[in-house]
């Protein structure tokens, strides 16, 4: 079984680098649009705001960590969140613009993609006559032809410039099964450490479906291969969101959000903050009667380094 949960932690997935302007007016793209965002999904109650960069000219995803560093610190200083960086980065970068800005901000925590897969987002192509800036339209085509690639020795390479330089511990993102026994190979070799922080991720194309049974299996197998050595979180794509998040909850698990993930907040209504979505999430946790972790105790459970060891 997972490690026993006494409080749910809430993470918070921002602006990410999937979604774009036209898709929301609500979607933060601007250096301070994302730090407003996160201090404001803090406050609401998230313990963990995952973040990416936009190029403030026109919302697309950039690696560039001068632009982290634009919002990084003012984060910092409004809220007691954990900071947690993309190494995923944006459907065009190399692994090492993936890794630009964790590697200059030397963060808490930081995602950790557990494999190679199709990973397609052009279905939404069909969803917009038109787009507001002219790269939108190829950013959704091009993963008709893309595999996100997370090789065993890109997954090397991350553990040994962001983990063991850096101190940085990792969101391990599972976006099917096999995903969790890659991650078993990178424990079994002492590559990782416990206790992990496993993100199992349902309603992506290229990955596993958002049912309930995927669900149910996707613990099953963790709690095999991992035991009580790891804590489970859930990420529920667009629609899916926040009944997977609740059903996860109810199993024990912990929860993400985030207009990265949905922009929705309900059937048909956009959710107009990543603070919305925190609130949602939080009056269902508290209509289940379970309790919100705050940051330090996310740090605790996790077995972070501290926000005062950061580089922003």
């Known amino acids: 079984m997972a490690a026993p949960r006494s409080k749910v932690i809430i993470s918070c997935a921002v602006t990410g680098s999937l979604h774009t302007p036209t898709m929301s007016p609500y979607l933060p793209l601007t250096p301070n649009q994302i730090a407003e965002e996160s201090i404001a999904a803090a406050q609401a109650g998230a313990a963990i705001l995952h973040l990416h960069a936009r190029d403030p000219r026109d919302g697309r995803p950039t690696a560039d960590p001068e632009v982290f560093m634009e919002f990084l610190p003012r984060i910092r200083a409004g809220c007691d969140a954990v900071i947690n960086i993309t190494t995923g980065g944006g459907p065009s970068m190399t692994l090492d613009e993936r890794l630009a800005g964790a590697v200059a901000a030397s963060p808490e925590l930081a995602s ?135 059903m996860a909850a109810q199993m024990g698990g912990h929860v993400r959000v985030g207009l990265e993930d949905s922009l929705y907040l309900g059937k048909g209504q956009l959710a107009e903050s990543n603070a919305d979505q925190v609130r949602k999430i939080r009056r269902i946790l508290d209509e289940l009667s379970l309790e919100v972790a705050s940051p330090d105790e996310a740090r605790a459970m996790l077995g972070l380094k501290g926000a005062t060891s950061v580089a922003f």
């Open 112 to 246: 950790f993609n557990m494999g190679s897969m199709n990973f397609a987002i052009y279905p939404m192509l069909k969803r917009y006559k038109t787009f507001l800036y002219d790269w939108e339209a190829a950013h959704l085509e091009a993963t008709r032809d893309f595999v996100f690639r997370n090789t065993f020795k890109d997954m090397e390479q991350i553990l040994a410039r962001l983990g063991g330089d850096h101190g940085t511990r990792f969101e391990f993102e599972c976006y099917d099964v096999g995903h969790l026994y890659n991650l078993a190979h990178l424990l079994d070799r002492g590559l990782v450490k416990p206790p992990l922080f496993v993100q199992t991720i349902f309603g992506i194309l290229g990955g596993i479906g958002p049912d309930a049974d995927n669900l149910v299996h996707m613990k099953g197998v963790a709690d095999r291969l991992f035991g009580d050595d790891y804590h489970w979180s859930v990420l529920g794509a667009g629609r899916h969101q926040m009944g997977m998040l609740t």
